[in-house]
């Protein structure tokens, strides 16, 4: 190769290069600021992207997030007040015994590859989560189901084993999604539902664009678009919000940046509530946790207002029980145990539990790095001096504390919808709560009354605090960052879902 | 030529090899089971043990591991657990990503660093070539993720001139691209041209005291012509020489220049791999970027002799 030839391909090169850099300059106004003016679509910023689309066997909340509501539907949905409502049932009878339900099913509806909706799609999509299809855990929450029985197009009726009030809220969660029986051959790739939008394009490590569908049964989206785009961290969202990139920042992970939309009237700020819990947990089955005085103590050291002051802002909602707002059994338990470290004190010395030294387990999420110093301050004032170990999350922490019990105190978002039970109702669950005074109260709480159900989950609920099973520090909040102009944003996150349905330009 | 060649050839094979051992058991070393991450919070142990043998994460470490490297040839990375898709288009779709974004980068560092660096040389004594050489001493010190966010501070979200993150294909929208495009590369080139300013400035000063110039500047040629003659060749062995080094550096800083500015590249898609113990993934990509190391220093080596013909004739 001369020496000659190399001048010209390197000169070449240098040309390529410059001339890209003019084009740069010159494409630099376009495109930008104004991506989103037209006001036939809107763009969702959130953190946290599925990684397939197949909620029948990967766990995380971003699947069903992105999907329930939007392309798939169930019998029922939960409303922004938690309360159920019929959606591809047109209503309901509940008979023999409170065991049976006979639903009338909607007529008109299609899935997007244009199969009807019909009762046979009831029956395969319910028998599918008990089958070895969906290795799901959500799947047990159909473990109650007896039998499905078409009684025609319209009409199906399903058994269950024993009556169940919690049954039918689950039907209006991701395990009650229908499916189309010739739809689910590639469900980690492909999302088939009766759903009012149908995926558009999936652009991996970037977006979900979904399209409304022309033939969708009920009222259509006022828009055209929605586009659900995937950031690493809370501040990427708020650039892309201020460089109008995006026009919605959903459950906002960085309360702190707030402060400059809340006084600026091109920005709307809400303050939702969701179905997660910040629990602070204590290894009840180990040392010095196996205590009850202990576990106490801490109840009464940590002051779970300066809590959400300091660690998200004043944002989020301080319950005092492991039960968000919306579910039926809420009540404010913050009276059990108030800020009293002078009683945690005595309670630690009666344990002889003086001095104590442990290690605090904390995943690496913002929240429990935030919520992780305040609560180390605050246990130290009485006596506890606790250690902060940090846990890559998911996958660490999954293994160490979660599968292996192996630690003494932790702090995370419990995010699954009506999650009490599945908390505290299984000794060998990771916190290790000893169910055996809450077992029979909850199994008959779920058969009896929809009165008899709330009160008795009350009771259980009670009980839990009594025993400090663990610290409910608050409930997450669904902090919601919009264009002003944007409206019918779901502001309370409810079950899983982002409800894209009901949004639209002022 | 010939043989220097092989040898770089069958250097190449035994490094990558090594590579694919390391890079196995390493991720087989730490914490964390996929299987575990795919089925959440509340998975039994018989629906765990279920989705490992889906996965073939039961299988011993020998089967898993041939399983996997004997199919890299190939370009057969296997078929992710996670995304339930093949592994080598998606790694085709983000290293086209990766490789444009390192590529302007470098094109733009170079641009800053030759002229200034040279320049810097040449008025080593004067306050000028002092001032250009202490901004490079800055910028050095700046990481360029901390680079991306002041742009992204300053252009996107202050003055609202380029958006603050995102990616389109050049194919798709190139306007919208170039748009993109800009930020990010400015970020990751800043701070290699202060770091190749200053290789090219000690280049040209070490050329600049050898006799060959003494004796063209006393045949009456100036300062610059006489450099640009005679100096610049001689000087390009070194700066080839790191600009390869740091052309591996560059690939590894795309890896959070990525994250910060939302770029669907090889980097986003290794860190998300991680998080989720895509073993096969993560063992995939890892080894695309070794290859790609490797086949630069391949062609920086071929470069070196046509650059200067004493190395193709020593071998």
């Known amino acids: 190769m001369s020496a000659k030839k190399n001048h010209v391909r390197l000169a070449a090169v240098v040309m390529a290069g410059s001339l890209a850099l003019t084009a740069c300059s010159a494409g630099s106004g376009g495109g930008s600021a104004d991506g989103t003016a037209s006001k036939t679509g809107v763009t969702l910023a959130l953190t946290g992207e599925p990684v397939n689309l197949d909620f029948t066997t990967t766990a995380g909340a971003a699947i069903p997030q992105a999907l329930m509501s939007n392309v798939y539907e169930g019998l029922v949905e939960i409303d922004q007040d938690g309360e159920i409502q019929p959606l591809l049932a047109e209503s309901w009878e509940l008979s023999n015994g409170n065991k049976t339900y ?61 009556p169940s009030n919690a049954w039918l809220f689950d039907m209006g969660t991701l395990v009650g999604a229908i499916f189309d029986p010739s739809g689910v051959d590639d469900l980690a790739n492909k999302a088939i539902g009766t759903g009012p939008y149908a995926i558009d394009a999936w652009n991996r490590g970037q977006s979900i664009e979904f399209a409304t569908r022309d033939d969708y049964w009920g009222e259509k989206p006022a828009i055209q678009t929605a586009t659900l785009r995937y950031f690493a ?4 969202t708020t650039n892309a919000l201020q460089s109008g990139d995006v026009d919605v920042v959903y459950n906002m992970q960085s309360p702190e940046l707030l402060s400059s939309f809340e006084s600026d009237p091109k920005y709307q700020v809400l303050d939702g509530t969701s179905n997660g819990e910040i629990i602070l947990s ?53 009276d059990v145990y108030p800020y009293d470290p002078a009683k945690a004190k005595s309670l630690l010395k009666d344990a002889g539990a003086e001095n104590l030294n442990i290690t605090f387990t904390v995943p690496t999420r913002p929240y429990a790095t935030a919520v992780s110093e305040i609560v180390v301050s605050q246990l130290a004032e009485v006596g506890i001096n606790a250690k902060i170990e940090s846990s890559e999350f998911p996958a660490v922490w999954l293994d160490e504390v979660f599968t292996k019990h192996d630690y003494q105190m932790s702090v995370v978002l419990a995010v699954e919808s009506r999650d009490v039970l599945s908390m505290f109702n299984n000794p060998d669950y990771y916190l290790g709560y000893d169910n055996s005074k809450i077992k029979d109260l909850a199994a008959s709480a779920d058969a009896a009354d929809e009165a008899g159900y709330v009160e008795g989950m009350k009771k259980v609920v009670r009980t839990i605090v009594d025993d400090a099973a663990a610290d409910t520090l608050f409930i997450f909040p669904n902090i919601v960052v919009a264009d002003a102009n944007v409206t019918g944003i779901p502001a309370n996150s409810v079950t899983e879902a982002l409800d894209l349905t009901n949004l639209g330009w002022k | 030529m010939g043989i220097r ?36 919070v509340n998975a039994t142990p ?72 040279t320049y810097a040389a040449v008025k080593h004594r004067n306050p000028s070539g002092i001032v250009v050489s202490g901004i490079s001493q800055i910028g050095v010190a700046i990481p360029n993720f901390l680079a991306g966010i002041l742009l992204v501070v300053v252009f996107a979200v202050g003055l609202g001139w380029l958006p603050a993150n995102g990616w389109t294909p050049p194919g798709e929208d190139f306007a919208d691209f170039a748009s993109r495009v800009i930020l990010p590369v400015l970020a990751l080139a800043s701070v290699q041209g202060a770091i190749l300013t200053r290789y090219v400035r000690s280049a040209v000063m070490e050329v600049m005291s050898e006799d060959y110039l003494r004796t063209a500047r006393s045949k009456g040629l100036g300062k610059l012509e006489s450099l640009i003659k005679h100096g610049l060749r001689n000087a390009s062995i070194p700066v080839l020489t790191v600009t390869s080094v740091q052309l591996a550096a560059l690939i590894i800083g795309a890896v959070v220049i990525e994250r910060v ?30 290859a790609i190391t490797l086949i630069i220093n391949l062609m920086v080596d071929v470069l070196y002799t046509v650059l200067d013909p004493r190395i193709r004739k020593g071998a």
């Open chain 1, 282 to 334: 204590m290894n009840n089955k180990k040392a010095p946790f196996d205590d009850k005085r202990v576990r106490q103590a801490v109840m009464y050291a940590i002051d779970r207002q300066a809590v959400i002051d300091t660690a998200w802002n004043g944002y989020g909602t301080k319950v005092g029980g492991p039960v968000p707002t919306t579910d039926p059994y809420y009540e404010d338990l913050n």
């Open chain 1, 102 to 162: 006979t639903f009338k099913l909607r007529e008109g509806a299609t899935f997007s590859n244009g199969e009807a909706f019909t009762a046979d799609d009831v029956k395969f999509s319910i028998e599918r989560v008990k089958s070895d299809a969906w290795i799901s855990s959500l799947k047990k929450k159909m473990d109650v189901v007896d039998s499905v029985k078409v009684n025609s197009d319209t009409e199906v009726a399903i058994t269950l084993k024993k």
């Open chain 2, 5 to 40: 060649l092989l040898i770089n050839l069958v250097r190449f094979v035994v490094t990558y090899v090594i590579a694919t051992v390391a890079v196995f058991l390493f991720m087989r070393a730490i914490p964390g089971d996929p299987a575990q991450i795919a089925l959440g």
């Open chain 2, 46 to 117: 018989e629906l765990l043990a279920k989705t490992r043998a889906e996965f073939g994460t039961d299988r011993p470490l020998l089967v898993q591991y041939f399983d996997w490297a004997l199919g890299l040839p190939f370009g057969d990375f296997g078929t992710s657990y996670i995304t339930r898709q093949d592994i080598s288009p998606l790694i085709i779709d983000r290293v086209q990503v990766s490789l444009i974004l390192v590529i302007l980068a470098m094109i733009v560092a170079l641009a800053i660093a030759i002229p200034f660096g």
């Open chain 1, 233 to 236: 961290d809370a501040v990427a």
């Open chain 2, 261 to 290: 500015f939302v770029i669907p590249g090889l980097g986003s898609m290794l860190l998300d791999a991680v998080g989720n113990r895509d073993l096969l993934t993560v063992q995939s990509v890892v080894m695309v970027l070794v």
